[in-house]
């Protein structure tokens, strides 16, 4: 079973950096395209970037644009998200999830929470002076 673990939130000032990875394994493949999500106390959960299995294709949110990359690391079964200048509003627990095996990565990637079966369990951020 394909297992996600997220790391490296955590409380920060606004204006600040983290890096926040993903690590998965277990499932049948090496190449798994990524969500990265998250959920504020209150709200839905939304998608803010994802990176293609196959091309390292990404996609954001327009909210984050521009503060917010996505990458995959050198190591196998490993994608990053570089979170930039920081604000309040980012304040939210972080899951990274896998698309579902044979799903097609579209620039829709992150309408579809359904299309995302397994997911990891959340790692915190805060942002807070």
């Known amino acids: 079973q394909l297992r996600l673990v997220e790391s490296g939130g955590g409380l920060v000032q606004p204006g600040g950096s983290l890096r926040l990875s993903c690590s998965y394994s277990?499932?049948?493949?090496?190449?798994?395209?990524i969500g990265w999500f998250r959920q504020a106390p209150g709200k839905e959960r939304e998608g803010v970037a994802c990176i293609s299995g196959s091309d390292a294709t990404t996609y954001y949110a327009d909210s984050v644009k521009g503060r917010f990359t996505v990458s995959r690391g050198n190591a196998k079964n490993m994608v990053f998200l570089q979170i930039n200048n920081l604000e309040r509003e980012d304040t939210a627990v972080y899951y990274c999830?896998?698309?579902?095996?044979?799903?097609?990565?579209?620039?829709?990637?992150?309408?579809?929470?359904?299309?995302?079966?397994?997911w990891g369990q959340g790692t915190q951020v805060t942002v807070s002076s």
């Open positions: 277990g499932g049948i493949s090496d190449n798994y395209s």
């Open positions: 999830a896998a698309l579902n095996f044979g799903f097609l990565f579209t620039s829709k990637c992150l309408s579809f929470l359904g299309d995302y079966k397994d």
